[in-house]
C-alpha cells in the first residue's frame, strides 16, 4: 500500500466501541413498543443509518407507524444513546488506539473519521479528538448512508486526495461495501462475531502500523 496517503476511519467499533450503549438504547426503545431486541437483531444495524436502523427494528410492525413516529421514535432513541454517551472520558480512548493513530499521523498520514453516526462530534469531543483529525464527516453532512460510498468521497475530498490514495478503516460488512463502491481500498477488523468481509482484515488497530 504504498500509493496511501490518506487513512480514513469509521468511528463506532473502530477508533471507539460504542456498540453496546447503541444496543441498550434500541432496547430501550424496543422493550416500550413491546417488539422483541435481541442480539441478532442487533447485529444488523452495523454500519447503518439510525432510520434503517429502526425500520429493521420495527420489522412487519413498519407499516402499523407514521412517519412522523418513526422520526420521534428514532429521536427518542438517540436521547437516551446520548446520556450513555455523556458519561465517556479521553479514558474510555484505548491506549492501543491512541498510539496507533498517533503513530500514523508521525509517519506523515492525513486521518479523517468518515461516520453515519449525527452523535460523531460529540463523541470524539469526549473522547479528547475533537480537533486530532484533519477532516471529519458525519451523519449531519450526508443525504446516503452506507453502503453509498457518500461519507467516504466526502471524507476524501475534504483531504484533497483520490479514492485510490485512500483506505477506508471499517468493523461492518456495508461499511467495506461503501468503501469499495467508491473505489477505496478496504481494510476490515474482524472479532469472533464479526466479518466485515474485507480483502485484507486485522484483529486490532494496530496492526495497521504493520501494514502501511
Request: negative net charge; contains cysteine; hydrophobic residues 40%.
Amino acid at each position: 500500500m504504498n500509493h496511501i496517503r490518506a487513512i480514513i476511519f469509521d468511528l463506532d467499533g473502530v477508533i471507539c466501541s460504542t456498540d453496546h450503549y447503541h444496543a441498550l438504547a434500541w432496547k430501550v426503545l424496543a422493550d416500550r413498543l413491546g417488539i422483541p431486541f435481541d442480539e441478532q437483531v442487533g447485529s444488523k444495524l452495523r454500519g447503518i443509518s439510525r432510520m434503517e436502523s429502526l425500520e429493521i427494528i420495527l420489522g412487519d410492525r413498519r407499516g402499523d407507524f407514521s412517519e412522523s413516529e418513526k422520526l420521534a421514535m428514532a429521536e427518542e432513541k438517540n436521547r437516551i444513546y446520548q446520556t450513555y454517551l455523556s458519561a465517556m472520558t479521553p479514558g474510555d480512548l484505548s491506549q492501543e488506539v491512541r498510539m496507533t493513530i498517533h503513530t500514523l499521523r508521525q509517519r506523515g498520514y492525513l486521518l479523517a473519521i468518515g461516520s453515519s453516526s449525527k452523535n460523531t462530534r460529540q463523541l470524539l469531543n469526549q473522547l479528547g479528538l475533537g480537533d486530532f483529525f484533519d477532516a471529519v464527516v458525519d451523519g449531519t453532512q450526508i443525504t446516503h448512508g452506507k453502503p453509498n460510498p457518500q461519507v467516504f468521497q466526502l471524507a476524501a475530498s475534504k483531504l484533497g486526495v483520490a479514492p485510490e490514495q485512500a483506505v477506508v478503516i471499517e468493523d461492518s460488512k456495508t461499511g467495506v461495501q461503501a468503501a469499495y463502491a467508491g473505489g477505496f481500498s478496504a481494510i476490515g477488523i474482524r472479532s469472533e462475531n464479526n466479518d466485515p468481509d474485507s480483502d485484507i482484515s486485522i484483529r486490532k488497530l494496530s496492526n495497521l502500523l504493520d501494514i502501511l
